[in-house]
């Protein structure tokens, strides 16, 4: 069954221990925490500080997802401050088999993620090492923004895709993910849906978790 991710990204940093907590009351099994650095995206959000100190506070997944130049420098320092998943980008990293080999070395889930306009070919020879497969439906660097609409074909190719392997690579969908577009998406073929401001619009976060979940 597919799952919904939200975003810390647009989490209340001012209490975001209180509302980790909550989600995590509400059953989301999985958190998505967006690492920025204002290189590889045009804005900057946190680093390890923030994921080391949330993570005794809660059992759930930390899906961490590095919008950062040359990941693969820091991806030991990610696992160090709580991450089950490390997913890299495929712009992002001139060596992306050795940083794939490292992730799983460190025994987290690896995924590759690819901008909107980066074509699901260039996972061709390296899909069946990977955990999960993350598409942008936005340019990755802020929350917010609105669905890319062509992101959807690229979900079914990837899934045609995936089926070809017989093995159990998961999709990710992140950006632009709401109450109209979500059940489209899982049809589409994704496994798992980020949402940032879909859940944290206002602080009735149990309330927007609701709806989307009724509109999947
Ligand atoms: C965007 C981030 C997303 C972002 C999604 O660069 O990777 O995870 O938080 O936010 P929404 O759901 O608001 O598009
Ligand atoms: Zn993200």
Redesign the pocket.
Known sequence: MAKIAP?I??ADFSRLGEQVKRLGDKGIEIL?I?V?DGRF?PNISFGMPIIKSIRPLTKQIFDV?L?IEEPSKYIEEFVKAGADIITIHFEAERHIDRAVKLIKSLGVKACIALNPATPISSLEYILEDLDMVLL?T?N??????KYIPYCSNKIKDLKEMINRTNKNILIEV?????KTNIASAIECGADIL?????VFNNDAIEENIKTLNEAM
């Open positions: 975003s990204l647009s998505h967006d920025m995206v997802h919008m942008m936005v990755p660097g802020f929350g917010g923004q992140d950006g632009g993910i709401d980020v949402a940032g401001s879909a």
